[in-house]
């Protein structure tokens, strides 16, 4: 159930004719009312007798008894409440029932003193009604309305419950702003798949990825082809900005302008450079591994990522909140980077990991900048690194990177469960298992080719390996040896012992980080990470430029599947509460 308390205005009637009406795309049937502040308002919409204006007049009443230089300037309260649409459809009674509990949660309404607003709830649809009030008591007196957001959302959660309907999680005020119900009208009109409000969010999200100054910042912006305008101090220091899309215009003709701050809370002037300020004293350089890649190639900087995120993992779990929060905000610039710069057949999953995570990136837990250089490090590779094709090196390392960030995602999901922040950690799982499907994607080429030279390697060496994998790992040995990806596994020891390194060692360090007992796949997991630590090229196939192969790992990803951290994954609870 998703109320939203709408901006107030000041005509009752013409609120009145927008309900009672056919609505803009002939969507209202059969408006009525279903409770109002005395049980006995007049109903235009069921009773012949009855008139708009009337209902207008009862409406307005107690605003037209006061002295006019006391009446609000603003005195039209509108609260819509929807419900979801796998909910059931409630009956006039129950809406009606919810109608009253919401006015009185909010302050509208005060049934026990018989003191409150006047107020009616019009239904004109299966899953929703809307409560218009007026701002002035029975007694004179103004309603106390401070946190009617939050306490209708209190009771909506309540609601939910009761009535059997789709669980909401919490929200913390910390979301960004959902598009207004004119802008998603005006995107429909336009033939645009999203609002402009949430197509800059994207475009600013990516702009500031990474980047290190404001006039990065900027540049990247107007490379983007977004109108920017800047707000300065009589000094000249910059205050602020806001940005349009070319085509989105009001109807002069005048383009939409949104402050960064009005996109999300994090993409502010103020909050932007507090990822800047910590860049300038410890930039990391991009770095390959020897002999696989140039410094800054697409491979390269996967690499980086995949090192990053390993380290940031255990950071997550292990260090103070405020540096996890650090680290949890900057992933969602690597996720970002990496849809950017990925190859088309994972670019789609890709890149809703990174819009689903975006909600998972704050929390009201201060983020203590500068530890996440690494991260933002990472970020800025991918994109200097430029856009992968997909096979060979850069293809592999793609997969070795998502599958090191779904680990990374899933440690930012189990943070965000165990503070209590509900609707993070359901954004972090949906990420999760868009970074799944990305896996599928990337890693099923360069699997098959490690598994098709595993499954050539002479028996003394497989047996050699199998007596070292049940020695190393033990608990996890037997259900190794019954994978397909074991051929993989083992064509990976073989090459890291080639290049000197103790595979026993390796396997141990590799098997140390969490979730590896319940993964899908644990020899895929296991032949990333050796393969990262022991600098091992991610790609040994030669693969051809025609297509990909299918192996017997295409269909399962490396990583396990996440748990949801709550009882609900449900939506943002929506509204003014963000």
């Known amino acids: ?29 059969d408006p009525h009312l279903v409770a109002s502040w005395d049980h006995n308002a007049p109903d235009p919409g069921r009773d012949a007798t009855a008139t ?60 026990d003193t018989g003191a409150g607003c006047r107020w009616a709830a019009v239904r004109h649809a299966d899953d929703h009604i809307h409560i218009v009030a007026t701002l002035v008591r029975e007694d004179g007196y103004k309603p106390d309305l401070d946190n009617d957001a939050v306490r209708v959302q209190a009771q909506a959660r309540t609601l939910e419950a009761e009535l059997g309907l789709r669980r909401l999680n919490k929200g913390d005020g910390t979301a960004a702003k959902r598009p207004t119900s004119a802008e998603r009208h005006k995107a429909k009109r336009q033939g645009r798949k999203r609002t402009a409000r949430e197509e800059l969010r994207e475009t600013v999200r990516q702009a500031v990825t990474g980047a290190r100054s404001e006039e990065e910042f900027f540049s990247r912006l107007a490379a983007a082809g977004l109108l920017i305008r800047t707000r300065e101090a009589p000094s000249g220091d910059l205050l602020g900005y806001k940005v349009a899309l070319p085509d989105d215009r009001n109807k002069d003709g005048e383009p939409v302008f949104y402050p960064g701050a009005r996109l999300a809370p994090d993409l502010s002037l103020p909050r932007i450079r507090e990822r800047w300020s910590t860049d300038h004293s410890a930039q990391i350089p991009p770095t390959g591994t020897p002999g696989l890649a140039a410094p800054n190639s697409p491979s390269a900087a996967r690499r980086q990522t995949a090192s990053a995120a390993w380290t940031a993992i255990t950071i997550i779990e292990q260090g103070r909140d405020t540096v996890a929060a650090a680290y949890i905000a900057s992933a969602g610039e690597v996720l970002d980077a990496l849809a950017k710069t990925s190859a088309a057949h994972t670019r789609r999953e890709l890149r809703d990991a990174a819009a689903a995570y975006e909600r998972a990136s704050r929390s009201h837990t201060r983020a203590e900048r500068g530890h996440d250089r690494a991260l933002r490090q990472a970020a800025r590779d991918l994109v200097h690194g430029g856009p992968a094709l997909g096979r060979g090196e850069d293809g592999a390392t793609t997969a070795m990177a998502i599958d090191m960030l779904f680990f990374l995602v899933t440690a930012a999901m189990h943070w965000h469960a165990k503070n209590g922040h509900a609707q993070q950690a359901a954004a972090a799982l949906q990420a999760a298992e868009h970074l799944r499907s990305a896996y599928r994607a990337a890693a099923t080429q360069p699997l098959t080719a490690l598994y098709q030279r595993g499954q050539r390697l002479n028996r003394p060496l497989l047996q050699r390996q199998t007596a070292m994998l049940r020695e190393t790992l033990p608990e996890l040995a037997e259900k190794i040896l019954t994978e397909p990806s074991w051929y993989a596994l083992a064509t990976t020891i073989a090459d890291a012992e080639a290049t000197g390194h103790d595979p026993a060692t390796l396997l141990a360090d590799a098997a140390k980080r969490r979730e590896l007992d319940t993964a899908d796949s644990v020899s895929d997991v296991l032949v990333w990470r050796l393969r990262h630590l022991a600098d091992l090229p991610a790609d040994t196939s030669g693969a051809s430029e025609h297509g990909t192969a299918k192996g017997p790992s295409a269909m399962r990803p490396a990583a396990t599947r996440p748990t949801s951290p709550g009882p609900h994954r449900g939506e943002e609870a929506a509204g003014n509460t963000r």
């Open 1 to 29: 159930m998703i109320p939203r308390i709408q901006k107030r205005g000041q005509r009752t009637i013409g609120l009145l004719y927008y309900l009672y009406g056919p609505g803009k795309f002939e969507e209202h049937t």
């Open 52 to 111: 708009l204006k009337q209902l207008q007049q009862l409406l307005d009443q107690p605003v037209e008894n006061i002295d006019q230089a006391l009446r609000p300037k603003k005195h039209v309260w509108h609260l819509s409440v929807r419900n979801s649409a796998e909910d059931r459809i409630l009956t006039d009674e129950e809406w009606g029932d919810v109608a009253r509990r919401m006015v009185t949660a909010a302050g509208i309404d005060a049934p």
